[in-house]
């Protein structure tokens, strides 16, 4: 089984801190993309590539026993590419090639170019679907790989992830982890207004998950909840992320709704960074 070392622990907030650098600068640059749904996603990131959670070798990105990540909520592609770079699957430098015409780094992940990326999503709700079918494949293998399934709020008003959720809860697939990046917000409005989820964590109990719902910027919860999963046999588990969508530049979290998909201004990109602070 890979296994990467994991950061200090004093060394996260740092790390966290490039991630929404790399997102701010990549997305400024080519002019497009979805810095927001990305810097919101940022320290759920963080302590799964770096606290000793998912385990991982870039020298080998096929590794039959590698745990998987699937990023369903593909349009955060720059969060993913953010912290793949610094996981070492590729030059950081290359983040400055973001949806340019012949690059890997395509505006939504695809796994068929980029090594480190598991599955190629954009088309929402369908992301645990594809961690399900992975970790039905591990539990046939006797594997002891895991998955973990980022999806955002939005998307998790589909049918599709709700049979997903029905189906993993049904058999008690426990090497399963689903975090649901729950900012608030989706393309068109506030979550709330378009589908309401809540009681979000109640319902996903009721589908035969453990659930429970953190707060998705604070480094210790994070690294509680992932701890929490990895010990929680018989279940699958689901973490509900209360985040901003936006994180860390307040032009961005004063107007979620305004900015999605939207890159900042290049006149707005050194504010933003000041704000973000740590020189990459």
Not at 36 to 64: A, K, N
Not at 95 to 105: E, I, V
Not at 141 to 148: I, P, Q
Request: net charge negative; with cysteine; hydrophobic share 35%.
């Amino acid at each position: 089984m890979p296994q990467t070392r994991p950061a200090e622990r004093s060394e996260l907030p740092g790390i966290a801190q490039r991630l929404r650098r790399h997102i701010v600068t990549s997305t400024t640059a080519a002019g497009s993309g979805h810095p927001s749904t990305s810097l919101s996603m940022v320290e759920l990131l963080t302590v799964l590539y770096f606290g000793g959670v998912l385990r991982y070798d870039p020298s080998d990105p096929q590794d039959p026993h590698r745990d998987r990540f699937i990023l369903s909520k593909g349009h955060g592609a720059p969060g993913l590419y953010a912290v793949l770079a610094e996981a070492g699957y590729f030059p950081t430098e290359e983040l400055s090639t973001l949806r340019r015409l012949g690059s890997p780094l395509e505006g939504h992940p695809n796994m068929c170019r980029l090594p480190g990326v598991e599955a190629s999503t954009g088309s929402l709700g369908q992301g645990l679907s594809i961690g399900l079918g992975h970790a039905l494949a591990g539990r046939l293998d006797g594997s002891g790989y895991r998955v973990y399934v980022m999806l955002g709020d939005g998307e998790s008003e589909e049918g599709q992830v709700w049979e997903a959720f029905m189906y993993a809860g049904n058999h008690g697939l426990d090497n399963l982890t689903a975090i649901i990046d729950h900012n608030g917000y989706q393309q068109t409005d506030a979550v709330d207004q378009v589908q309401p989820l809540e009681p979000l964590t109640e319902k996903l109990a009721s589908f035969g998950w453990a659930a429970r719902t953190i707060d998705g910027h604070s480094l210790d919860e994070v690294i509680e909840a992932f701890e929490w999963a990895r010990t929680t046999k018989g279940r699958p588990q689901a973490i509900v992320a209360r985040t901003t969508k936006g994180k860390g530049v307040s032009l961005l979290e004063s107007a979620p709704g305004k900015w999605h998909g939207k890159p900042l201004p290049p006149d707005e990109e050194a504010k933003a960074l000041e704000e973000i602070g740590a020189a990459i």
